[in-house]
């Protein structure tokens, strides 16, 4: 059948204004959470992380929360500037049990776009 | 330039053929890793390398397979190719094999492969 390309939600905030971008994630087991930043036409960049005993982690401009109650991640960005226009996703790791692994399952992404 | 390099960057082939796409890992990162991003499917897992062994497989069709070189730089082949497998491919690479042991473990992405299918 036809594909149907996926409607990645947006957020759109004029500069210097505060961001959050949300993402919830379905496995309780996920005890490790990232965010990336795609540009256009690039790979995505690492912003910042965060760990299941945590729920809370501050870098740069950015904060990241973590609800496990409800599953729930978020990204603030302070003072968004145009350069911060992109498409932002969550990604989780799932441990499984002694294993080591390194697979990251993405959200599906959050459009941004600042305007200046 | 995140350090990790993927070549080519644009590739455009006929259905049924076969690619290799080239990854080489930042330096001294032991991992790698190969996503696809699709319009329909996002960020899709597909295998993780460390060291030359193969550690975790996603969602990795049988056409398509991979391998870890001695010098850690990665090939996924993708062999009778289909419309739908036209896709951006992206390498990443990380020190360790497993997320979440420090920030130094973090994922960096090359900049991917466009491989369109026609």
């Known amino acids: 059948g036809e594909s149907v390309g996926l409607h990645l939600p947006t957020l759109s905030v004029q500069e210097g204004d505060n961001s959050i971008i949300n993402c919830a994630y379905s496995?309780?087991?996920?005890?490790?959470f990232i965010w990336y930043k795609q540009e256009s036409g690039k790979g995505p960049q690492f912003i910042i992380d965060?760990?299941?005993?945590?729920d809370k982690r501050q870098g740069q401009r950015v904060t990241v929360l973590l609800n496990k109650t409800v599953k729930h991640l978020s990204l603030q960005i302070a003072a968004t500037q145009p350069g911060d226009s992109a498409v932002y996703f969550c990604?989780?790791?799932?441990?499984?049990?002694?294993?080591?692994?390194?697979?990251?399952?993405f959200g599906q992404g959050t459009i941004l776009t600042v305007h200046p | 330039d995140s350090g990790v390099t993927q070549t080519p960057k644009h590739l455009i082939t006929a259905t049924g053929q076969r690619v290799t796409l080239r990854c080489s890992p930042r330096?001294?990162?032991?991992?790698v890793y190969w996503y696809q991003q699709s319009l329909d499917q996002g960020l899709q897992f597909l295998i993780q390398?460390?060291?030359?062994?193969?550690?975790a497989k996603g969602n990795i069709l049988e056409r398509f397979s991979a391998q870890q070189f001695p010098d850690l730089h990665s090939e996924l082949n993708l062999s009778s190719l289909e419309l739908g497998d036209s896709a951006l491919y992206f390498c990443?690479?990380?020190?360790?094999?497993?997320?979440?042991?420090?920030?130094?473990?973090?994922?960096?992405f090359g900049a991917g492969s466009r491989l369109t299918v026609l």
């Open positions: 390398y460390y060291n030359g062994e193969e550690r």
């Open positions: 990604a989780e790791n799932r441990s499984a049990g002694g294993t080591s692994y390194g697979k990251l399952t």
């Open positions: 990443a690479s990380s020190v360790a094999p497993r997320q979440g042991l420090s920030g130094a473990n973090v994922l960096t």
């Open positions: 965060i760990r299941s005993n945590m």
């Open positions: 496995n309780s087991a996920s005890d490790y």
């Open positions: 330096s001294g990162d032991l991992s």
